[in-house]
């Protein structure tokens, strides 16, 4: 059995293209996958498969997904390993508090290389990005926000093949899932 993340992009945002997450666990349920949970409303799908065809699995979790909730939806699928090199890679002292912002942009596979980092216009002096397998890590000083580049990432062709989870949220994912190899 290998264990992943499906990370959903753009539901729950603002109001729109809402799916509730227990129902998203049922969906994930009936698709024959197990140990299935969820973690915060911003679509983040834990599960475990004897599928190893990361792809395939990615295509006909998107196609049932579309289907069962009615309208288009996009995700990144990553497996447990790659999720825990990306935590362990991230600098200690990043954070997302009212100091800092730390953003992990997952990549979809047509994106996921460092030279993706070129196509974003950002601030050199105050934004620093990063390539990490996998994923494109974004940190700001809070204070110099209005200044960042990244405020016009968004509708960029980068933008439309990430999904973007706050660092915290991608340490407690990590966590989760090594505690789940300890618990074996």
Known sequence: MKTYVALLRGINVGGHRKIAMNELKVAFE??????????????????????????????????????IFGFELQLILRDRETISNLAHGLPKEWENDDKQKTDVLFLTDDYDRKETIDLIKHQCDIDTLIYIDGAIIWHIERVNYSKSGMRKFIGTSVYKNMSARNINTVRKLAQILEDDVRNL
């Open 30 to 67: 009936r698709l024959g996958f197990s140990d299935v949970s969820t973690y915060i409303n911003s679509g983040n799908v834990i599960f475990k498969t004897d599928m190893d065809d990361i792809r395939h699995l990615r295509t006909m979790i998107e196609r049932a997904l579309n289907e």
